[in-house]
């Protein structure tokens, strides 16, 4: 496959309806307005329905079901709020009859919820911001998808055919890869620049990237080792191991039986789900 000459600029990225775009402007303020927020919400069928549905999902695993948006929002809080307005534009991003979009959809959820159960173990003042960036992690992937829709189907069953990492496949067909897309998509969803900073160099490892940020990292990397002895769906999504299971175990202060709890949880939720 000869390689295109491609303009990150000039790609199209997935957009959040006015209402959604509301909804992420009141939660990228200093001090969100709940009343503005859930009004925000109300008046739009399609993100309520979507909130409702993240609030119910095995990922939370609720003893009730949650009915109406403020119950949601106050049982979400406003960063999981956030990530239920980013997956429902990511799904209505791509066509639902598109065997791509499916596998790229549900490897998304599979890796953000491994995120989630990992951070419980290992920092979970981060869980939500995990369960985020694990939902953001290939988003580029949905990009490259709905620019390129013939020819990244070609890549897509190529990985999957001869083993081979789509971000290598990717770099060969358009001289940049899905991380490279990751800062146009997080300043559309108007995140946190370190997510920018984690998401551009996910299958590399700077220098650069230290402390906090190297931690989160880590998290989403081990959740890709993980994810095959999860029992959970993978999209049939295969990328470059940036570093091992063991050094990141140990990076993130691990035992095995941690990650033996990790993995029955994950089992567990997909059994439920």
């Known amino acids: 496959m000869s390689q295109q000459v491609v303009a990150i600029d000039e790609l199209e990225i997935p957009q959040a309806s006015a209402q959604a775009a509301r909804v992420l402007e009141l939660l990228a303020e200093a001090d969100p307005d709940f009343n503005a927020l859930e009004e ?15 609030a119910n999902s095995p990922l939370f695993r609720r003893a009730g079901a949650v009915t109406n948006v403020p119950t949601a929002v106050r049982l979400l809080g406003l960063k999981n709020v956030r990530s239920a307005i980013v997956m429902s534009t990511l799904n209505s991003a791509l066509p639902v009859d598109s065997p791509v979009a499916k596998g790229i959809l549900c490897h998304l959820v599979s890796i953000a919820t491994l995120c989630k159960l990992i951070a419980q173990v290992c920092c979970r003042a981060k869980v939500d911001d995990m369960a985020l960036l694990g939902l953001l992690h290939d988003v580029g992937m949905i990009v490259l998808a709905t620019n390129f829709a013939d020819s990244y189907q070609r ?3 190529r990985s999957v055919a001869e083993s081979l990492s789509l971000d290598v496949l990717e770099l060969e067909a358009y001289g940049l890869s899905h991380d490279d897309l990751a800062g146009r998509v997080c300043r559309a969803f108007r995140l946190p620049a370190p997510y920018q900073e984690i998401l551009s160099c996910l299958h590399h490892h700077p220098p650069g990237l230290t402390g906090t940020e190297s931690q989160e990292w880590g998290i989403l990397i081990l959740a890709h080792h993980l994810l095959p002895e ?5 999209g049939d999504v295969i990328e470059t191991p940036t570093a091992s299971r063991e050094a990141l175990t140990e990076m993130l202060a691990l035992s095995d039986s941690d990650l033996d709890g990790i993995v029955t949880s994950a089992q567990s939720m997909q059994q439920e789900g």
Do not use: F, K, N, W
């Open 40 to 54: 925000a919400l109300m008046s739009d069928p399609v993100q309520a329905g979507e909130l409702l549905r993240y």
């Open 230 to 234: 999860s029992g959970l769906p993978t």
């Open 155 to 157: 890549i897509r069953a």
